[in-house]
């Protein structure tokens, strides 16, 4: 009878854990709080003011990212490709974020002809500073994309955003290597994405000045913030090691 299970649910696998996994993130974001996230620095200089607004006076076509980091890890040395408009003078740097802490970073195009919007931003995953390898080899970053496709664009335009987890041999990158990210994202976009305990997710409103909300946060119990306690993760987790295939299919019967 498992037999049959496996046969029949086989195909559904992949959908079978990418909800299960985004059920996760939901959890871990109930289980924090959107309110226990301390403001980063560019945050805090907005002082309670709607960033949008501010954009709308630099730039006609461009984002405003926000971000929202619900782990006890840290999202470091931050690479950016911008591949079309340009990055905010005041707010477009990307820098450290620390755990459980929320950001905003804006791109645009300056409010010149023919200017739109689009790139590549990643971030080094790290605990108390330092990277987390895999198979002492390999450390991974998260990556996230974005392209507003039209220079003169319509409140109905249609916008992409992408976010995944990829290992890196190095440490760092560089920017050429960034700008291959933003090609392999904008050819094969993913709003959800995990990796081992990793789990983040983005997405983008329509429109000329669109916001995009980009959430990361981990499964593991080491990689959780002081607020959370608890976790319905624990009790399923598909990212474990020793979670297996007939687990699964128990679950989802």
Same mark, same amino acid.
């Given at each position: ?62 984002? +405003? ?13 931050? +690479? ?15 820098? @450290? ?135 319905? +993760?624990?009790?399923? @987790? ?16």
């Amino acid at each position: 009878m498992i037999l049959i299970n496996v046969l029949i649910l086989l195909p559904h696998l992949s959908t079978i854990i990418a909800t299960k996994t985004e059920e996760s993130l939901e959890h871990v974001i109930a289980e924090v709080g959107k309110d226990k996230l301390s403001p980063g620095n560019y945050l805090e200089k907005f002082k309670g003011e709607d960033p949008k607004k501010y954009l709308a006076t630099v730039g006609n076509v461009g984002i +405003v990212l926000d971000i929202e980091n619900y782990s006890g890890l840290e999202l470091e040395d931050p +690479v950016i490709y911008v591949h079309a408009g340009y990055k905010d003078e005041k707010y477009g740097h990307p820098h @450290n974020m620390g755990g459980t802490q929320k950001e905003v970073f804006l791109y645009h195009n300056k409010k010149r002809l023919k200017r739109r919007s689009a790139g590549s931003i990643s971030w080094m995953i790290t605990k108390d500073g330092k990277p987390i390898w895999e198979n002492e080899s390999k450390v991974s970053r998260l990556h996230f994309m974005w392209d507003l496709p039209k220079y003169y664009c319509k409140p109905e335009t249609k916008n992409t955003v992408s976010v995944g987890f990829h290992t890196h041999d190095k440490a760092k990158i560089t920017e050429d290597l960034q700008y291959r990210y933003y090609d392999l994202h904008l050819k094969r976009a993913r709003v959800f994405a995990h990796h081992n305990h990793f789990l983040a997710r983005v997405n983008i409103s329509r429109g000329c000045l669109p916001s995009v909300l980009l959430q990361f946060a981990s499964s593991k119990k080491d990689h959780k913030s002081d607020q959370v306690a608890s976790s319905i +993760v624990d009790k399923f @987790n598909p990212l474990d090691e020793d979670f297996s295939l007939l687990s699964i299919l128990l679950l989802s019967a």
